[in-house]
Structures are given as structure tokens and as C-alpha cells.
């Protein structure tokens, strides 16, 4: 009897860890499409690398799988960076910023909560180079809703009973733990047409425990495996009024992995980059295209984007896999007034 209680618990262990590492089809962390459009969840080191303005806030949600689920995982985003120092650092400044991801997921409301503070320092090497690297830290919080979870033992034969105590109930319903993650970022700008910048990033790296039992069975660890990222992307300046921007990012943890590749162009509708019109197109290879929409006013953009599931799981869900939506505003100082400032990057504006 205590080896199947032994058995089982390990079976729970081993459940509850896919809920918590692997909440996204290919990706384990939570993520968007619009990779790009939520710059401090791709690399620490985008923290104040804001080639067009000297601040910026934004905000993402996601929908997933809304329709094959009874409760869809939904993720919530908003964050906030800006350049400080570029008075007094030559060739350079300090970017700082911050993050707050919510996701809820699943019937049993796998809710994670995660805060983080990012810093990042950027260098320009001569006239047409920029380097820089920039970490993050934060406080991390899971918990889970167990009265909504069914277990293999409170079932009677006929029904599950939520009454009956089970072996397979967590330890406890809340996790918090502390992380750290790193990257770095370079850019490359020739002219006033051309822009190109990459970057790599190391998330996890303290590789913290994240389980809701006090203790792994034999040959399971529940650290957090780090997750590597890596990017490029491109802005060209191809006509007076059209802007492209082809780009793409890879991700892997343990033994996933996620490639996004595809752009946007942005076509400048008042001759002067004020109100612009954003379409493109993206493609996850084995998962989804991802079209996407939108407008820009004044510095305010709003994106909306859409998953069109490719892979097996189309048949279930008739290919509407996840819907997003992005909003940003890019600032300016008073001292610069937006005119006074020098873009690194290809715009509309003279």
C-alpha cells in the first residue's frame, strides 16, 4: 500500500509539473506572438533601448484556446521603461524599467503572478554602433485552486468525490520563489534607411524550485530549467511612406522550443508619421500563422494579432488557437520636446 501511495504521489507530482512548466503548446514560460510589441519579457537588455522616443509603457492580453477550453488561459501584461542619465554618460545611457505578468489557466485556476525590475546600460561604439546588456530580478508567485481538482482515488466508481481525501492533494497551494534573468543586445544603423539589431538572453538562471509538494519524488527535479532566447530584427526604409520591418525570434527551455519569423510594414498616412497603418504576418512552424493589424496615432499604438492554428490540434479547435491585443505609447522629455532628440531608426518624421 505505501509503494502505490508512493506511485500515485509521483504520478501528482509529475501532473501538476506539466501544468506548471508547460502551460504554452511549445514555449514553457508565458509568452505573446507579439513578442516584439513586450520588449522586457524578450531580453532584460531592451530595458531603455528605445531607438525612437526616451520612454515607453504598454500593456498585452492574450486568449488562448478559448474555444476547446471551459476556462481558456488568459495572460496580462503591462510594463514600463525609460532612459536616464544620457546627460551625463558619454555615448550612453541607463535604461530602467519594470514588468507584471498575470496568467490564469485551466478549470483548477493556475494563476501565476510575476514583478520584475530591469536596468540595462547602453554604449554607443563610434557613430552606427550600440551595444548593451541589461538583467532583471523579480518576485515569481503560483498558486492553485485544488477544491476544483479531481483525483485518480476519490473516485467511488460512479463519480469523483472532492469530499474524499486523496494522497495526490499538494502540499500547499501557493509558490513563490525569486529570479534572475540576463541578456544582450546590439545594434547596427549605417544610415538613416537601415536598422538592425539582435540579442541574447538567459532566463532562470538561479534556477529556481517551483512545486507545490516539499518535496520531489526519486528522478524528478522541480527547478525551473533555464530558457534561452535569441532574436533579430530589421527596420527599412524602402519608400517615403512605407516602412518594413522582417524579423525573428527562438526560444528553447529543457526540450522545447518556439521559432516565430515573419514582419510588419507600417504605411505612413498623414505625410508626416503622425497616424500610420501597421499590417504583417508571422508563422510558427508545426503551430500557427499569426496575422496582424493595426494603427498608430500620435505615439499610441494598438496592435491586434490571431493565431490560426496549423498543426493536428486544428481539427478540435477549427484553427482559432489565440487572440492578442497590444497597446503602447512612446514619450518624450520635456528638454528634447521630440524634435531635438536623433532617432537611431528609420522614421517617418523629418
Known amino acids: ?5 508512493g506511485y500515485f504521489k509521483t504520478f501528482i507530482v509529475l501532473l501538476l509539473g506539466g501544468l506548471l512548466i508547460n502551460q504554452r503548446s511549445n514555449a ?7 513578442w516584439f510589441n513586450s520588449p522586457l519579457t524578450t531580453n532584460p537588455a531592451n530595458t531603455g533601448f528605445i531607438p525612437d522616443a526616451d520612454y515607453r509603457i504598454g500593456a498585452n492580453y492574450r486568449n488562448q484556446w478559448s474555444n476547446v477550453m471551459a476556462v481558456p488561459y488568459k495572460t496580462f501584461s503591462v510594463w514600463g521603461d525609460a532612459q536616464v542619465f544620457r546627460d551625463r554618460i558619454e555615448s ?3 535604461g530602467l524599467g519594470g514588468v507584471i505578468l498575470r496568467d490564469v489557466a485551466g478549470s483548477s485556476q493556475l494563476t501565476s503572478t510575476k514583478v520584475y525590475a ?7 561604439l563610434g557613430i552606427a554602433h550600440l551595444l548593451s546588456a541589461g538583467f532583471n530580478v523579480g518576485w515569481s508567485n503560483k498558486r492553485i485552486n485544488t477544491a476544483a481538482l479531481k483525483f485518480p482515488d476519490q473516485f467511488d466508481g460512479k463519480f469523483f468525490d472532492s469530499n474524499f481525501p486523496s494522497d495526490g492533494i499538494p502540499d500547499a497551494t501557493n509558490v513563490n520563489y525569486f529570479d534572475v534573468q540576463f541578456g544582450v543586445n546590439y545594434a547596427f544603423f ?13 532566463w532562470h538562471i538561479n534556477r529556481p524550485r517551483e512545486s507545490f ?23 527599412l526604409k524602402v519608400t517615403d511612406d512605407v516602412i518594413i520591418n522582417p524579423m525573428a525570434y527562438y526560444s528553447m527551455q529543457a526540450k ?11 504605411y505612413d498616412l498623414s505625410g508626416d508619421g ?4 501597421l499590417g504583417g504576418l508571422y508563422y510558427r512552424p508545426g503551430d500557427a500563422f499569426v496575422p496582424m493589424l493595426g494603427f498608430e496615432y500620435k505615439n499610441i499604438r494598438l496592435t491586434f494579432s490571431y493565431d490560426a492554428t496549423t498543426s493536428s490540434l486544428k481539427q478540435y479547435n477549427n484553427s482559432r488557437g489565440a487572440y492578442e491585443f497590444s497597446l503602447m505609447h512612446r514619450g518624450f522629455y520635456d528638454e528634447y520636446n521630440g524634435d531635438k532628440r536623433q532617432s537611431l531608426c528609420p522614421t517617418f518624421k523629418y
Not at 530591469?118 to 554607443?124: E, T
Request: proline fraction near 4%; glycine fraction near 10%.
Open 190 to 202: 549605417p544610415t538613416d534607411k537601415i536598422y538592425i539589431n539582435g540579442g541574447v538572453s538567459a
Open 1 to 5: 500500500m505505501c509503494e502505490q501511495r
Open 274 to 277: 503622425e497616424m500610420q497603418l
Open 256 to 266: 522545447s522550443n518556439e521559432l516565430v519569423a515573419g514582419g510588419y510594414a507600417q
Open 213 to 235: 509538494f516539499n518535496s520531489d519524488p526519486i528522478g524528478y527535479d522541480s527547478r525551473i530549467s533555464p530558457r534561452y532566447n535569441g532574436f533579430i530584427n530589421a527596420s
Open 92 to 94: 550612453g545611457w541607463l
Open 28 to 34: 514553457q514560460d508565458l509568452h505573446f506572438s507579439q
Open 118 to 124: 530591469s536596468a540595462a546600460y547602453h554604449q554607443m
